[in-house]
């Protein structure tokens, strides 16, 4: 088949591609041309390398100014063995909208340190800034003929590498529980360091945004285990805990000794009504009974033993002073307190 223009075949997609343009059967007379329309660079993939670009007009194959040509017209005149020629041809202008799930995304839980999977779904939208560098890493990628059904996966594929890693970089920095709540977040997080990744192969970051976040339900069911058997620890403590929070009014550092071991708050004590009116008559005899075993082992203990050696005797009465009231010893001629003589010969009670 002859091959006399070389055009743009249309499409909705951001490159269009003719493949084997010199491919068996196929060749390119003399006086074909190549006609790039607006908005379009076209590119020339010789064996896998790129050259060009070649910018809107009309281009003649034969004029033997440019070297891909005069390649080409060798390669139809028997000059140059058979090569693999293959056309491209990009828009710079359009912007193209891509939905692209992630697949799974490691991600480490952040209260059991748990390392856990998670599938995000995002849209993006994208423009090619500079072809050259986008079709060197595509073509690059490809040992076989590129065709249009390779477009779209491979376009696909530069992204969603940069796109798992920085995404799941911004996962981390938030619990499990606030991702669908967070999106506008972790897109925020997410889209600068992508924008800065897909620079490197050509592409503009436009848009960008995290439209969910999905854990499986065998995670949900890990995580529900853990925290099962960490609730099942405290639940006990918690509940005494609030227990003596209402008995003691919400403050625990008041209680007294008694109140700690009787577990009942002090008579006239705002708790204390709030609790039934529990009396103090009541909370000592609690707390005597609890004290009883104690006291029981003691003096039996000291009745085995004898009782103590040495006992001292008992002190003798003290006197009143009849002026200050104080406490005086029967010996004491003076007042200790005020100086008032004293009758040591009897006391005055």
């Known amino acids: 088949m002859l091959q006399r223009v070389i055009r743009d075949p249309g499409g909705n997609s951001l490159i269009r591609v003719i493949p084997e343009l010199c491919g068996p059967g196929r060749t390119v007379v003399n006086g074909s041309v190549l006609l790039v329309p607006a908005g379009t660079q076209a590119f020339v993939a010789l064996n896998g390398q790129v050259v060009g670009p070649y910018w809107p007009g009309r281009y003649e194959l034969m004029t033997g100014v440019d070297p891909f040509f005069v390649r080409l017209c060798n390669l139809m005149t028997g000059g140059e063995a058979p090569v693999s020629v293959t056309v491209f041809f990009v828009s710079t202008q359009k912007t ?13 839980e952040r209260r059991y340190r748990l390392t856990m999977e998670a599938l995000a779904s995002c849209s993006l939208a994208y423009r090619i800034t500079d072809p050259l560098r986008t079709l060197e890493t595509m073509v690059g990628t490809y040992q076989a003929v590129f065709s249009d059904e390779d477009l779209e996966p491979c376009l696909r594929q530069l992204m969603l590498a940069p796109l798992r890693q920085n995404l799941a970089v911004a996962l981390n920095r938030h619990t499990i529980v606030e991702f669908n709540r ?7 997080e997410t889209r600068g360091p992508l924008a800065q990744a897909l620079a490197e192969y050509g592409l503009s ?9 999905n854990i499986s339900d065998e995670g949900w069911a890990r995580l529900h285990e853990l925290e099962s058997k960490e609730a099942a620890g405290r639940t006990q403590t918690d509940l005494e805990k609030d227990h003596l929070e209402r008995i003691w009014g ?9 109140e700690a071991m009787t577990g009942l708050p002090a008579h006239g004590s705002s708790a204390g009504e709030a609790s039934g ?9 609690l707390l005597l009974s ?18 103590p050696a040495g006992t001292p005797p008992l002190p003798g009465r003290l006197r009143q002073c009849p002026c200050c009231h104080g406490s005086v010893s029967p010996q004491a001629a003076v007042c200790p307190h005020c100086g008032q003589p004293l009758h040591t010969n009897h006391g005055t009670n």
């Open 96 to 108: 193209k909208f891509m939905q692209l799930g992630t697949g799974l995304i490691p991600f480490e």
């Open 182 to 188: 967070s999106l506008g977040a972790i897109g925020t």
């Open 205 to 213: 970051l436009e848009q960008f945004a995290v439209t969910a976040v």
């Open 250 to 258: 919400g403050n625990l550092d008041r209680r007294t000794l008694a």
């Open 277 to 285: 009116g529990m009396t103090a008559p009541l909370a000592q005899a």
């Open 290 to 307: 609890q004290l009883w075993p104690t006291l029981q082992q003691t003096v039996g203990s000291m009745a085995q033993t004898g009782g």
